[in-house]
């Protein structure tokens, strides 16, 4: 039997418990706080910006906007994190990508105080990260351990320890932001850990890989990338992959919406139906881990409130 793992409740969960925490320090007189800072009006980044500022409002912190023109100069943005890394109001940066042209990321980054850096975005906190220190896991890859975790304990009655030693855990995907965090947090649970890639599929050894995991992960921004052939029977899969894809019928003809235009949908990098029944438990998309990802921005923004405050 299939376990399609119910991130949308693990979100909720997530939630009531931030919000208890929060109440917790408010009772204090500390009121979280999260800056979020937007170069421009990328449409992308708009809406991840809007989730954020909801998710505040939800939980009872504080939010901050800072959104500076798309001309803004290197050194505006600068200063402007310099005087967000001053407030002691503010927990928790998260700029904003991609940055206008002009704008270096990496010189945004580096001028991030590492205690406000909620999402683990500074090559000093990546650093402590790869040597198991600690430091703000960042949301995506802290999401996938946060679903991995609540799936031991709640349905295998696992302690996470044991499930994790020593299991095959096979990512595709090697990006910074992603990938490659996802596979230090596997190695810091002692997991024999496997990254695939794009140069992974091109020699043709995908395959090979993917269907040795225990516990695949796939985060590629490919849809369909990963079928049953990919997968082991019995596997555990974590689908990352966020990808807008156009509808087609039976017939493989466009479906269109009562505009005319053809209609899309947005599915993971793994084939859902062909594969769930391959598997012993699953991710679905939409639902899936994204649903857990601000959580744990949030539960980051808190780690960052609470040793800010001496509490931690
Ligand atoms: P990226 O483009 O930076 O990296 C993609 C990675 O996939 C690369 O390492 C590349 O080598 C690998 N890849 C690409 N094609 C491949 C192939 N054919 N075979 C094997 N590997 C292949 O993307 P990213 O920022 O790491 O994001 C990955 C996916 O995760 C995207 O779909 C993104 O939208 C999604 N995402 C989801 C969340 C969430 O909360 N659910 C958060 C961040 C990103």
Redesign the pocket.
Known sequence: MTTVIDCVAIGEDLMKELVKETEELKAKGITPGIATLLVGDDFGSKMYRGQVEKFCLEAGFNYFNENPPADATEDDVVEIVKKLNANPEVSGILPLRPFPEQISDTVVINSIDVNKDIDCFHPFNMGKLAMNEVTFPP??PA?VYEILERYARDVEKLDPKDFFEGAEIVV?????????PVAFLALNRNANTTV???????KGN?EKHTTGADILI?????AD?IGPDQVKEGAIVID????RVKVVDENGQPVLNDKGKQKTKTV??VSFDAVKDKTKAITP?PG???????RMLMKNALKACKMANGLL
Do not use: E, Q
């Open positions: 949301a995506t999401a595709v995907g090697h990006s910074n932001i992603v990938g490659k695939s890639h794009v140069f992974t599929s091109m995908l796939v985060a590629a921004g490919k990338l990352v992959g966020i990808n993971g990098d998309v899936g881990v994204g649903s857990v990802t601000n």
